[in-house]
């Protein structure tokens, strides 16, 4: 990543005051994190944790034959979303949410891919991924309570099983489920992931053997011309401008 400047903050005084102190390995075990490239920093005396967007790995998952200018904007995009959902849920006094501390982006030269947009938060003590392994939780449905919730669902009704764990709030009777994890695939389920560009190599690659929400279909046939990156932004726009969709029909997939 010698050619990438959101691996090389290290050592480097940002713009905006913070000094980047140390760079946040990954463990084999983490998934998080795919899309950025995490460090510590600090400024008067605060340290807190910055999530630096890495361009690159949105290149590797971008669809063939896309333009450069149109994965940049897939990734400007998601750094959008994050910095002004957290501070919807700021203002809204949403609990149990880590918001967004300052919103940035640096120019590192000397380097091919040179811009980094990034976030900072209040640092934590680690995250979810790392708390999954403590020895005492040993097993998928243990895990999955403590990532989804799921003793708010009924499993005797059609499941649905969502990428991010925001947008698995929205519907009634869904969870949040890990790729990795397939304890649950006996119950009638179907999928709905994010309207982007992974969220639908993940579409394409999941209709092979299941049902998936079709957003494409979806926002054609009722002429949606906003882009509507996930079911909380779809929520958001039945709420302004007060109608009511019905999702069902849109699910497709070799099932």
């Avoid at 726009?237 to 699910?251: A, C, Q």
Wanted: glycine share 4%; proline share 1%; net charge neutral.
């Amino acid at each position: 990543m010698t050619d990438n400047a959101a691996h090389n903050l290290l050592n480097l005084t940002l713009q905006t005051g913070w000094f980047v102190k140390e760079k946040i390995e990954k463990t084999d075990n983490q998934t998080g994190s795919f899309f950025s490239v995490c460090y510590k920093v600090e400024k008067d005396g605060e340290i807190c944790f910055l999530k630096a967007y890495d361009f690159a790995k949105f290149l590797t998952i971008s669809i063939p034959g896309s333009k450069i200018v149109d994965v940049m904007n897939e990734m400007l995009t998601a750094y959008q979303y994050e910095r002004d959902l957290s501070e919807y849920c700021k203002n809204r006094h949403v609990t149990k949410v880590s918001f967004v501390k300052e919103a940035g982006e640096e120019v590192v030269m000397g380097y091919a891919i040179s811009i980094v947009p990034y976030l900072i938060f209040d640092m934590a003590d680690g995250d979810i991924r790392k708390k999954l392994d403590l020895p005492q939780i040993s097993n998928s449905y243990n895990r999955l309570s403590i990532i989804s919730n799921i003793c708010l669902t009924d499993f005797n009704k059609e499941v649905y099983f969502f990428d991010n764990v925001l947008n698995s709030l929205i519907l009634d009777n869904s969870i949040y489920i890990n790729n990795s994890v397939d304890c649950f695939s006996h119950i009638k389920h179907k999928y709905v992931y994010s309207n982007d560009v992974y969220g639908i190599k993940k579409f394409e690659d999941r209709i092979k053997s299941d049902l998936a929400f079709d957003w494409k279909k979806f926002l054609k046939e009722n002429k949606i011309k906003n882009k509507i990156y996930d079911i909380l932004d779809l929520y958001k726009y039945e709420i302004k401008n007060e109608v009511k969709f019905d999702l069902e029909k849109y699910f497709y997939g070799n099932k």
